[in-house]
């Protein structure tokens, strides 16, 4: 008998068949003998959308079962199986998976150091980095996060210094671990010696910065930000924001506000916090209370707009009178004065009371579809009074019989 061996790399498998010797002199046995393998790897691959589905549904269990199922599950199989377990706080069953693996490439290692951290066993969250065969850059950079979170300033600088290759993730990682250690003054110096920058080094040196008490230091690096030339995003603004509000920086502040609506970073609920936090530090009260009047009616308005969308209302452009492209009309129609008096309504009169909006003009075809799927959403009456009648909006119907 002759044994014959076969690896499939791509599949990460391999089978083992027997046979006689005779079989060698046949050119149909050399068919056979291909399909026969081949046959056999097309079963040991393990479904990736089965596993993930599981996981959805959180049933790491059920998902070890499909697994099972499958001779030789690939490595992105197995990874998505120790991403769930970990979720669910089994480290020890996760682990025991891992040295299950036959194969494991970079991803599935630096998962399993980052779950270790994630469930604060940073030892064996080491012990797994040194039997790493070559940790690559993220496995470097996931260590130091985690000797900073356990408040192990030197051993995170030991690491970096030791790193055969920094990336910008990994002088990033330094930054916000100094600042988050209240090694403001190492941060800095580090900041200093970066040999570029992107968004969120400057934003991680201002938030850093501004966390320590040092918030006027924390706006002079917010200004170094700007005239460098690199775009902010909601963050930066965020922490920028912060800073204002603690170095009771009205003017300055007043200027971000501006920068925020023009930039559309308004909608950023971390922003309008930021927003509330400067005004009432400043002691503008009214201020305050409109900026957050204004997030709270944007967030119904796009609550509204999302639950329209899945009734399946689609926007008539038709009733958008603005000369703009298709998309910016569609979003015009969603600010009609009588949509923006329900939402409001919406956060200011009692759950389950009636909604009466008054105006001098004729509603419009889009308004009133969308009025009578909002009546039904939110379970309340809607009456809207035009130049002409009353509309009144219950469980999707109106009064009018669509005829007005």
């Known amino acids: 008998m002759m ?177 988050e250690n209240a090694r403001v003054d190492n941060a800095v110096k580090l900041f200093e010696q970066m040999p570029s920058r992107n968004v969120i080094s400057w934003t991680s040196m201002i938030g850093g910065l501004d966390q320590n008490g040092k918030s006027e230091e924390a706006l002079n690096v917010f200004e170094r930000m700007f005239k460098s030339g690199v775009v902010r995003n909601s963050s930066t603004l965020t922490c920028a924001l912060s800073a204002y509000a603690n170095a009771l920086s009205f003017p300055l502040g007043m200027q971000i506000h501006g920068h925020v609506l023009k930039s559309g970073f308004c909608l950023s609920v971390f922003v309008c916090a930021s927003l509330i936090t400067f005004y009432a530090n400043c002691k503008r009260i009214e201020k305050a209370t409109q900026v957050f009047y204004e997030a709270v009616h944007r967030n119904v308005l796009d609550w509204l707009n999302m639950k329209l969308k899945e009734l399946g209302y689609l926007p008539d452009k038709r009733f958008s009178l603005h000369d703009v492209e298709d998309e910016q009309k569609e979003e015009s129609l969603f600010y009609h004065s009588e949509r923006l008096a329900i939402a409001f309504a919406l956060i200011t009169t009692v759950e389950g009371s009636t909604i009466t909006v008054m105006k001098n003009l004729h509603i419009c075809g889009d308004c009133h579809s969308a009025i009578k799927l909002i009546a039904k959403i939110v379970d309340r009456e809607i009456v809207v009074r035009d130049f002409s009648l009353f509309h009144h909006f219950r469980s999707g119907i109106c009064s009018c019989g669509d005829y007005w």
Not at 46 to 61: F, K, M, W
Not at 62 to 86: A, N
Not at 141 to 156: D, L
Request: net charge negative.
């Open 3 to 179: 044994r014959f061996h076969a690896v499939f790399p791509n599949l990460r498998c391999s089978c083992t068949c027997s046979f006689p010797y005779s079989w060698l002199s046949s050119s149909e046995t050399c068919t056979h003998l291909s399909k026969h393998f081949f046959r056999r790897a097309s079963h040991v691959t393990c479904d990736g959308p089965t596993v993930s589905g599981h996981l959805r549904n959180e049933n790491p269990d059920e998902t070890r079962e499909v697994l099972d199922k499958f001779q030789c599950p690939d490595v992105r199989s197995f990874t998505k199986m120790i991403v769930g377990r970990l979720q669910t706080g089994r480290l020890d069953d996760t682990l025991k998976l891992f040295y299950e693996m036959p194969v494991r490439d970079s991803i599935c290692w630096n998962t399993m150091i980052k779950g270790c951290l994630d469930c604060v066993d940073l030892t064996m969250a080491e012990e797994l980095f040194d039997e790493m065969p070559e940790p690559s850059v993220v496995s470097w950079t996931t260590m130091i996060n985690g000797f900073f979170r356990f408040g192990q300033v030197e051993r995170a600088e030991v690491f970096f210094k030791q790193m055969p290759i920094r990336d910008l993730a990994a002088w990033n990682a330094m930054i916000h671990g100094y600042c």
